[in-house]
């Protein structure tokens, strides 16, 4: 199993540009998720798909959107890329049910974006 | 607002001690508390879970602990060894959410040889 796999792994834009971030797991997970990380800080949620055919905000969705493509695949897309969206961004999973590990996440490699 | 706190400052441990971590938080009480490791370049990997009626979690030698009252969970490494430096991720359950965590940004743990 590849797990959670993120595409790219680098990008760079310029100002303005847009571009969507692909996401995919093979954990047959319900819940899928886009955190962003920056220096010093928490991870922090942009948006979340509980399950397939169901996408909500999270604390930092301003400039994105989201489509939850099917089960296996959550996209992130930024429609006009700001300097403060430099960032690094994470697709996480987690399977909601039961288990001695509940809600543990799984997450992708990361995506690196800089926005000039 | 809910708030995690974690030593922002790196740890610097001399292998074969324990390392402690301390994760605090404010303004509410989660129902469970996760804890992450994070590697350079890398996403994080989930470690423990604690659930808020268990005082205390083992694995191998991690062991968390989840007090309630101070509003404070530990994460201890015994017989640390210098693969365990990393950056460690306190991320307890948000409130009033059965999906969101909220995240501390991290201590980094230096094991030195």
């Known amino acids: 199993n590849a797990g959670v796999t993120q595409t790219p792994k680098f990008q760079v834009l310029k100002t303005g540009q847009s571009m969507t971030l692909q996401c995919a797991q093979d954990?047959?997970?319900?819940?899928m998720y886009w955190y962003r990380q920056d220096p010093g800080m928490g991870l922090r949620l942009i948006y979340y798909s509980a399950s397939e055919g169901t996408t909500d905000k999270g604390e930092v969705p301003n400039g994105y959107n989201v489509s939850r493509l099917n089960k296996r695949e959550f996209s992130l897309r930024l429609e006009s890329a700001a300097p403060s969206q430099t960032s690094v961004y994470f697709c996480a999973s987690s399977d909601q049910t039961g288990g001695g590990n509940l809600y543990e996440q799984y997450f992708g490699p990361g995506t690196r974006l800089t926005v000039t | 607002s809910q708030k995690i706190e974690q030593n922002s400052e790196a740890l610097n441990i001399q292998e074969g001690k324990t390392a402690t971590l301390t994760c605090n938080y404010t303004n509410y009480s989660p129902a469970y508390l996760q804890w992450y490791r994070q590697d350079p370049g890398r996403g994080p990997v989930f470690l423990l879970l604690i659930r808020e009626n268990e005082k205390e979690k083992r694995k191998e030698r991690l062991k968390v602990t989840f007090d309630t009252t101070l509003k404070q969970s530990l994460f201890h490494i015994t017989a640390s060894q210098p693969a365990d430096s990393a950056t460690y991720l306190c991320a307890p359950l948000r409130r009033d959410s059965n999906y969101q965590l909220i995240w501390g940004a991290g201590t980094k743990l230096i094991i030195k040889p």
């Open positions: 954990m047959n997970h319900n819940s």
